[in-house]
């Protein structure tokens, strides 16, 4: 079964960092792209980045650019986003997502992990 | 960026009644138009990607279609584990934007 499990996620003051986690099982990680798309409380889809399957094409939503990066662990199985700098409206559900390429097809998503960020 | 803009924002709709939902793309995008679906308190799952295509295990009762700025998602005949949110995206170019939803609500 194709499975993405996000973990990393919790409560984390203004200014602060945290590292969020994807596992994936069941598909050849190493053959695709990847993505974190979040949804902020009662709101709707914001796409924050992307990676390409080798890893050497990234880009970021201006709204974390310079503040958040992306990562990849092909022998792993494994996506990262190194969150710094953290401020009040990053708060939101942060989901990883499999993308079948040549378009942002994001046909497998992660349960969510929810980051609040908050004095 | 591209904006993506969905019409209505909610509808409330009856068992068994034809949905449509409409996504207007600032800028030509070809075909590059998904469209997911969003239970409450659930990951979003892609429904229909390149405008038309249905995901395998998607009942037929759903159908895109559309091209260049226009597109429609169609549920033929609703059903109850239909209402959610939908959200359509575009994957033509870098940041991919998604609309701002619609609510599929039960009369």
């Known amino acids: 079964e194709v499975q993405l499990v996000e973990s990393g996620g919790g409560l984390v003051q203004p200014g602060g960092s945290l590292r969020l986690s994807c596992a994936a099982s069941?598909?050849?990680?190493?053959?695709?792209?990847m993505n974190w798309v979040r949804q902020a409380p009662g709101k709707g889809l914001e796409w924050v980045s992307y990676i390409s399957s080798g890893d050497n094409t990234i880009y970021y939503a201006d709204s974390v650019k310079g503040r958040f990066t992306i990562s990849r662990d092909n022998a792993k199985s494994s996506l990262f986003l190194q969150m710094n700098s953290l401020r009040v409206d990053d708060t939101a559900i942060y989901y990883c997502a499999r993308d079948r390429g040549s378009g942002y097809y994001l046909d497998t998503w992660g349960q969510g992990t929810l980051v609040t960020v908050s004095s | 960026d591209i904006q993506m803009t969905q019409s209505p924002s909610s509808l409330s709709a009856s068992v068994g009644d034809r949905v449509t939902i409409t996504c207007r793309a600032s800028q030509r995008i070809a075909l590059y138009l998904n469209w997911y679906q969003q239970r409450p308190g659930k990951a979003p799952k892609l429904l229909i990607d390149a405008a038309d295509n249905l995901q395998s295990g998607v009942p037929s009762r759903f159908s895109g279609s559309g091209s260049g700025t226009d597109f429609t998602l169609t549920i033929s005949s609703l059903q109850p584990e239909d209402f959610a949110t939908y959200y359509c995206q575009q994957g033509y170019s870098t940041p991919p934007t998604f609309g701002q939803g619609t609510k599929v609500e039960i009369k």
């Open positions: 069941g598909f050849t990680f190493s053959n695709y792209e």
